[in-house]
T-cell receptor, first 113, second 113 residues
Framework: NAGVMQNPRHLVRRRGQEARLRCSPMKGHSHVYWYRQLPEEGLKFMVYLQKENIIDESGMPKERFSAEFPKEGPSILRIQQVVRGDSAAYFC???????????FGPGTRLTVL | GNSVTQMEGPVTLSEEAFLTINCTYTATGYPSLFWYVQYPGEGLQLLLKATKADDKGSNKGFEATYRKETTSFHLEKGSVQVSDSAVYFCALRQIQGAQKLVFGQGTRLTINP
């Protein structure tokens, strides 16, 4: 059973470009969480989604960031007009239900030049 | 709001030394408590957990006890190995409502042979 998959593993963007990060949850999991890890810091919650629904986006910056989890396909975290401060590792986790263990992917390391 | 405070690192020990990484939390109600481990370049892996007061989580020689009276969940291991070198994160999750994990800032552990 494959684990949580994220791609790309490394992403380099110039200021002003768009970044798209993908997360495929574990088989059978319909709950997805996105976290951001800034250098030398812990992970900070961004958004919690179920299929086609955003359940909690209290950790998402108000501008430039959006997330989706369509009926078919991976969850996407989209960052428009990236700035240097967006450079971080973005981790996705999935779970089978809202109170089950969250399994983490390997992360996407975004570097903004 | 909910928060987790961890012992600041980095921590450097010799092989076979005793390890303690302190973790205290602030939360309403009775959260579940977790320790995650992150090896270089990888995502987080659940190390152990406890869901109620006085529970002891254990795995791979590590253990931690949920202490409600001191709001603590300190991680211990009696004899560390070089392979234990990693970053360790303490985290909590509320039972009710939001299912997001709240993480401490992480403690980098290096074990020298």
């Amino acid at each position: 059973n494959a684990g949580v998959m994220q791609n790309p593993r490394h992403l380099v963007r110039r200021r002003g470009q768009e970044a798209r990060l993908r997360c495929s949850p574990m088989k059978g999991h319909s709950h997805v969480y996105w976290y951001r890890q800034l250098p030398e810091e812990g992970l900070k919650f961004m958004v919690y989604l179920q299929k086609e629904n955003i359940i909690d986006e209290s950790g998402m910056p108000k501008e430039r960031f959006s997330a989706e989890f369509p009926k078919e396909g991976p969850s996407i975290l989209r960052i428009q007009q990236v700035v240097r401060g967006d450079s971080a590792a973005y981790f996705c986790a999935s779970s089978a239900s809202f109170d089950n263990e969250q399994f983490f992917g390997p992360g996407t390391r975004l570097t903004v030049l | 709001g909910n928060s987790v405070t961890q012992m600041e690192g980095p921590v450097t020990l010799s092989e076979e030394a005793f390890l303690t990484i302190n973790c205290t939390y602030t939360a309403t109600g009775y959260p579940s408590l977790f320790w995650y481990v992150q090896y270089p370049g990888e995502g987080l892996q659940l190390l152990l957990k406890a869901t109620k007061a006085d529970d002891k989580g254990s795995n791979k020689g590590f253990e931690a006890t949920y202490r409600k009276e001191t709001t603590s969940f300190h991680l211990e291991k009696g004899s560390v190995q070089v392979s234990d070198s990693a970053v360790y994160f303490c985290a909590l999750r509320q039972i009710q409502g939001a299912q997001k994990l709240v993480f401490g800032q992480g403690t980098r552990l290096t074990i020298n042979p």
